[in-house]
């Protein structure tokens, strides 16, 4: 009976705790609750998704904006490089245009100063013929001082016509070959990057022989303008030039520096723009300029060779040039058995010149002329000993000499020492190449006469 009232009063009490007001209230209380918060987790976790969304969309239209930046920057870097190659090729053509004109200008203002015009335009005329006035008509117009300036009345004298001719070298076929083969080929395929390495390729040993014999008149023509400018300073006032002669005379020089300016901007420009191919021609044109540039150094050099009695313009082109050991043969160089020199060779003459003391380490050492021989006068050219070379001149023969004395009529006019034996054979070869290519020219002309 205790038992079944225990279990009957532990049912109430169940019962009592189930049916009590605050329990139900609390337990909704805390269902709410957990809704609420649940709910509240998922919200957040929308959110977080949302906006993870939303920073996507945002990073991926941020990095296309930068891309798309970045590939229009590359565009227009691109076009400023391309506008930057058309600037220089335009300007190639400009300043070709007006250095041929520039050159006109010097060949019709001093030219015709070199020119005998009494003896070319005098006639000979059986009678005499009247000018309208009805006075008797000059055979030949008197000499005119040409520096005579009619406001201020100075004058100077004129200057020798030979020396005219010096001064301007070979000008003027400089002017005839940029005018009728370089210019236009320019203008024609300027804008094709090929067409003006194969014009520079083409072109490099003409240019290597006009601008070099130009060059190596450079001192006589400077020495010729320096002795007479007076007479030049009015002959341009009274001409109207806008440069003295000097200054017109440099141009050639700096023309063929200022093509190396230009390839070499176009070679470094193309490269930038990732043109191989255009890279690749204008190194090749460049590298043949170069070519002319090294020749022309070289002839401004020999030019500015110390008491010359030779006209080193017409002595044809520079062949080869070497620093050797002059030999002592009759007693010469005093007392010293070997003397620092340099040998010059030309199409018509061999030069031995001497290096002027304390420029022997110079790539280009101060040079005084020593002596010369002739091409045509070389009898023989024989090596003596494994780096040194004999060149043997030809006596002028007298008449009665026997035919044993003729063959022994010769003289040593040069020993020379080279660095090495290979040196020697380059030199035995080169010499007696030239002495052959004008024995042949001779016998041709021989044979067409």
Request: hydrophobic letters at 35%.
């Amino acid at each position: 009976m205790d038992l079944i009232k225990t279990g009957l009063g532990m049912r109430k009490h169940k019962q009592s705790q189930i049916l009590n007001p605050t329990n139900i209230l609390m337990t909704q209380i805390a269902d709410h609750f957990m809704n609420d918060l649940q709910q509240e987790t998922e919200k957040r976790v929308k959110m977080n998704e949302h906006v993870e969304q939303i920073n996507q969309e945002s990073d991926k239209q941020t990095l296309n904006e930068m891309l798309s930046e970045e590939s229009d920057t590359k565009q227009a870097e691109k076009a400023k490089l391309q506008n930057k190659i058309d600037q220089l090729l335009l300007e190639l053509v400009e300043t070709e245009r007006k250095y041929v004109e520039d050159l006109e200008e010097v060949c019709s203002s001093y030219l015709r100063l070199g020119q005998d015009l009494s003896k070319r335009y005098s006639l000979t005329l059986s009678k005499p013929r009247l000018a309208t006035c009805g006075a008797r008509r000059p055979h030949s117009c008197p000499a005119i001082n040409q520096s005579y300036n009619q406001l201020t009345g100075e004058s100077a004298p004129d200057v020798d016509k030979k020396q005219i001719r010096d001064m301007l070298g070979n000008i003027e076929d400089i002017k005839d070959h940029h005018k009728n083969i370089i210019l236009p080929k320019l203008e024609n395929g300027c804008s094709n990057s090929s067409i003006i390495r194969e014009l520079f390729e083409s072109e490099e040993q003409r240019l290597i022989i006009k601008y070099g014999r130009y060059c190596i008149n450079s001192r006589r023509s400077t020495a010729i303008i320096e002795e007479n400018l007076q007479f030049f300073s009015l002959y341009q006032t009274n001409r109207g030039l806008t440069l003295r002669i000097d200054a017109q005379l440099i141009k050639p020089v700096q023309r063929i520096t200022r093509y190396h300016m230009f390839l070499n901007d176009l070679y470094k420009t193309s490269t930038d723009l990732g043109d191989v191919a255009s890279a690749a021609d204008y190194s090749a044109a460049l590298k043949s300029v170069l070519s002319v540039v090294d020749h022309t150094n070289t002839m401004i050099w020999v030019g500015n060779m110390k008491v010359c009695p030779l006209s080193l313009f017409g002595q044809g082109q520079l062949l080869k040039h070497e620093k050797v050991l002059s030999k002592k043969i009759h007693g010469n160089f005093m007392d010293r058995k070997k003397w620092p020199s340099c040998l010059l060779l030309f199409q018509q003459t061999a030069i031995l010149c001497k290096i002027v003391d304390h420029t022997e380490k110079l790539t280009n050492p101060c040079l005084e002329y020593f002596k010369h021989v002739n091409i045509n006068h070389i009898q023989a050219v024989l090596p003596e000993d494994s780096k040194t070379f004999v060149i043997y001149k030809m006596k002028q023969i007298e008449e009665g000499l026997s035919e044993r004395e003729v063959s022994r009529d010769r003289e040593i006019v040069m020993k020379i020492e080279c660095e090495n034996e290979d040196k020697r054979d380059e030199w035995l070869k080169t010499i007696k190449d030239e002495i052959e290519k004008l024995q042949t020219m001779a016998f041709s002309l021989s044979y067409a006469l």
